[in-house]
């Protein structure tokens, strides 16, 4: 409870969760005001992710090179924000399917289950919802509203979001090919950070760098880390994409 203020832990008690945890039935369960703390990004899912002939959604799991460990998704609308999410330098872990947050709410007893829970580098929690704007039926738009409040009286930020644009998501997804680090070669990525020092096209610095075959994976590795940036939300990446080193000390 350090941390929080006296009117915090007086609103925080009407929440609570329910997580992976080691009692007798593999669950913990308490206060948030007394559990925010525990560190949700390293959780095991609260529910499962089936998988059954007639399914219209697309479950499945997705490689996470964050924290090199599979993390779920329920659609592949959710597989894209854990795409964003690994792709994302100020996220250290994260996780799907963290708790269940139980309120109650004109007399009834109401339960939530966030998408995922995120940290960041400065210890930041942030809980997310996977939900597009034209999907949000009154119960939904109740259970964002409750987790929000709760959130908020932790300290965590809580964000509702219906996933990345096109463009973005077909970038970031062809980047992540070349996430894991078998795509990494430090004298390669030496010489690509030299060449990208000026901006220029990019196969034009893979040729400049040698044979683009052995270059480009390498290169799409470091733009994956932001090592090198290149501009991922006005058009496809291609031959003519401006990259260059990242100025901004975000790379991973």
């Not at 929440?15 to 007394?34: I, K, M, Q, S, Y």
């Not at 998988?51 to 799991?61: A, C, E, I, T």
């Not at 991922?232 to 260059?244: D, F, I, N, Y």
């Amino acid at each position: 409870m350090a941390g929080l203020s006296a009117a915090a832990r007086l609103v925080v008690r009407v929440f609570e969760v329910e997580f992976t945890g080691g009692d007798a039935d593999g669950r913990c369960r308490g206060p948030l005001g007394e559990l925010w703390g525990t560190p949700f990004e390293r959780v095991a899912p609260v529910r499962s992710f089936p998988s059954f002939r007639g399914q219209v959604s697309f479950p499945g799991l997705y490689y996470a090179a964050t924290m090199d460990a599979h993390v779920g998704f329920e659609s592949w609308l959710e597989r894209d924000v854990a795409m964003m999410l690994d792709f994302d330098p100020a996220v250290v872990a994260f996780s799907s399917q963290p708790f269940w947050l139980v309120w109650a709410q004109d007399g009834e007893r109401r339960r939530h289950v966030p998408d995922y829970f995120a940290r960041l580098a400065d210890g930041t929690g942030v809980v997310i919802d996977v939900r597009p704007d034209d999907r949000i039926e009154p119960r939904d738009a109740e259970a964002f509203a409750a987790t929000e409040r709760a959130c908020r009286e932790v300290g965590w930020v809580f964000r509702r979001t219906a996933g990345p644009g096109a463009v973005l998501a077909a970038n970031v997804r062809w980047l992540a090919g070349y996430r894991h680090w078998r795509c990494y070669r430090g004298e390669m990525a030496g010489l690509l950070t030299g060449v990208f020092a000026e901006p220029k096209p990019l196969m034009a610095g893979a040729r400049e760098a040698g044979d683009p075959l052995g270059v480009l994976p390498v290169l799409y590795h470091l733009l994956w880390k932001q090592v090198l940036s290149a501009d991922v939300t006005a058009g496809l990446l291609g031959p003519g994409s401006v990259v260059s080193v990242n100025q901004e000390g975000t790379g991973r």
